[in-house]
């Protein structure tokens, strides 16, 4: 299993600019979620999903968009990139089969993002 | 609300030293705890967890924890490091009216030779 994997590995943005951040899991996990990690910070959560066609919000959700129309695969949208995105983006992934709060997450390896 | 604090934001210690890395909670519900690794450049891994029972969880690498449900801490433990334990180190908690996993800050562990 390759487990959680995430495209790009780093990218530079303008103001303004577009672009999806992928995540593919191939664990066939239900729950997905998305965290951004500024420096001396922890994760703060953007988004997640229990499941294909459920999302909801996490606690940094603004300026941001996602999808999950397939088990494997959970991207992240940015609109309008603004230099308070940059970033690192971790994509993780847990089972699902019970609680929620339970789980062990396993994370990708990362997006690294800057926006000037 | 739940938060989490990690006294420490660097810990350097010498090889095959003890180290111990403080992390405290506040919840007013019961919580799940956990503690995660980061090695350079890579995504973070589970280190241990505490759902229930035993107060001192054992995890991979010879690192342990010891839920201390008076003293609202979850510090994690090892009697003797390598230099492969270098990495950054994060206590999460989830309790029971949150909606998600909060993560503390971090703390950097570099083990000196």
Same mark, same amino acid.
């Given at each position: 299993?390759? $487990?959680?994997?995430?495209? /790009? ?39 997640? !999903? ?15 968009? =996602? !999808? ?6 959970? /991207?992240?949208? @940015? ?29 990708? /390896? $990362?997006?690294?993002? @800057?926006?000037? | 609300?739940?938060? =989490?604090?990690?006294?420490? !934001? ?10 111990? @890395? ?8 019961? =919580? ?7 090695? /350079?450049?890579?995504? @973070?891994? +589970? ?28 510090? +994690?433990?090892?009697?003797? =490091?390598?230099? !492969?334990?270098?990495a950054e180190y994060f206590c ?13 800050? $971090? ?7």
């Amino acid at each position: 299993n390759a $487990g959680v994997t995430q495209t /790009p590995k780093f990218r530079i943005l303008k103001i303004g600019q577009s672009m999806t951040l992928q995540c593919t899991q191939d664990m066939n996990h239900n729950y997905m979620y998305w965290y951004r990690q500024d420096p001396g910070m922890g994760l703060k959560l953007i988004y997640y !999903s229990v499941g294909a066609g459920i999302t909801d919000k996490g606690e940094v959700p603004n300026g941001y968009n =996602v !999808s999950r129309s397939t088990t494997e695969d959970f /991207p992240l949208r @940015l609109e309008l990139a603004a230099p308070s995105q940059t970033s690192v983006y971790f994509c993780a992934s847990s089972y699902g089969q019970g609680m929620i709060g339970q789980e062990t997450q396993y994370f990708g /390896p $990362g997006t690294r993002l @800057l926006v000037l | 609300a739940q938060s =989490v604090t990690q006294l420490d !934001s660097q810990v350097p210690v010498f090889e095959e030293a003890p180290v111990e @890395l403080r992390c405290n909670y506040s919840s007013s519900v019961s =919580v799940y705890l956990f503690w995660y690794v980061q090695y /350079p450049n890579q995504g @973070l891994q +589970l280190l241990l967890k505490y759902l229930s029972g035993s107060t001192l969880v054992k995890g991979i690498n010879g690192f342990e924890a010891e839920f201390n449900k008076s003293q609202t801490s979850f510090h +994690l433990r090892k009697p003797s =490091v390598h230099i !492969s334990d270098t990495a950054e180190y994060f206590c999460a908690v989830w309790s029971g009216s949150a909606r998600q996993l909060t993560f503390g800050s $971090g703390t950097q562990l570099t083990v000196l030779p």
